[in-house]
């Protein structure tokens, strides 16, 4: 019986054999029709293929426009970044541009200089409550910083020192309330008119420029400048230029409005300077 059953198997396995060997020659040669099994299956494939396959690309084309995004959201971020790095380069160089400027125009300044002695400083301080009235700035006692000297930009005068201590100062600006805030000055022409600093109109951000003679000649855009008699500041200095000039309340003198030159509301790096006299009998006080 054992051997029975194994010479069936044999058959069967010769005999699949045998039907395979003729359904691959049967498949192989040329016909112009397909069986209905050939058809079935074929069908069937097909139809297999047309209802997985479009959702199939839908899908992956959903998760690589999902990596697109993901793509553009990085290079976004990064060009972001690079945006704002290069908008803080851009303020930091128009930054040193100005700083480079205001330098250049004070160191213009200081080489134009022939009758006063200077002292470069930068302005570290201005209380908000007292913005058009003082500054604070960083040289004091220890750099030779006085009372009563002036304080000028490259553009004008802006003030004079109120009080020192030994290294920083306290300027009072030409637009301070104080009374006895004046300035001796000129106005510039073919006949110097002289007269004195001695208040500001905060409406107009001009000086007033009192004590002029009722019959001096005085035009509009003459400049006015110190004069040097008030025995403090040194002459020459530039304080700003005639926009107005008339009566004074009694008809006896006339009153000129003056522009400042410098902005007194915008302040960054100033000069203190002192009289060339000054100097010159300081250094006779010390070698006694």
């Not at 058809?39 to 293929?49: A, E, M, R």
């Not at 110190?226 to 107005?244: A, C, D, Q, R, Y």
């Not at 300077?273 to 010390?286: F, H, M, N, P, S």
């Amino acid at each position: 019986m054992p051997q029975l059953f194994g010479n069936k198997r044999l058959i069967f396995l010769l005999v699949s054999i045998v039907i395979l060997v003729m359904l691959i020659g049967f498949s192989l040669r040329s016909r112009k029709e397909l069986t209905w099994p050939e058809q079935f299956v074929k069908d069937t494939v097909g139809f297999v293929q047309l209802l997985f396959g479009k959702p199939a690309q839908e899908i992956a084309g959903f998760f690589e426009n999902v990596s697109d995004l993901r793509r553009t959201y990085k290079e976004n971020e990064l060009l972001k970044a690079r945006l704002e790095e290069y908008a803080a380069l851009e303020t930091e160089v128009e930054a040193l541009r100005q700083e480079n400027e205001r330098l250049r125009a004070l160191l213009d300044k200081k080489e134009s200089l022939r009758d006063f002695v200077s002292i470069q400083a930068t302005v570290i301080g201005r209380n908000p409550d007292r913005w058009r009235e003082t500054i604070i700035i960083n040289k004091g006692e220890q750099h030779g910083v006085k009372k009563d000297m002036a304080v000028i930009t490259p553009a004008g005068l802006v003030g004079k020192v109120q009080h020192a201590s030994q290294f920083t100062s306290t300027v009072q600006l030409l637009s301070a309330l104080d009374q006895n805030n004046r300035i001796s000055a000129y106005i510039q022409g073919k006949e110097n008119v002289f007269g004195l600093i001695e208040g500001y109109d905060e409406k107009r951000r001009e000086l007033l420029l009192g004590e002029i003679p009722i019959d001096a000649k005085v035009e509009k855009r003459q400049k006015v400048l110190t004069s040097g008699l008030g025995g403090v500041f040194p002459k020459g200095l530039p304080i700003g230029e005639v926009t107005e000039i008339k009566p004074d309340q009694y008809g006896l003198t006339k009153v000129v409005y003056v522009k400042p030159f410098a902005n007194l509301y915008d302040i960054d790096d100033v000069m203190i300077v002192k009289r060339t006299i000054d100097v010159a009998l300081q250094e006779k006080e010390e070698a006694k």
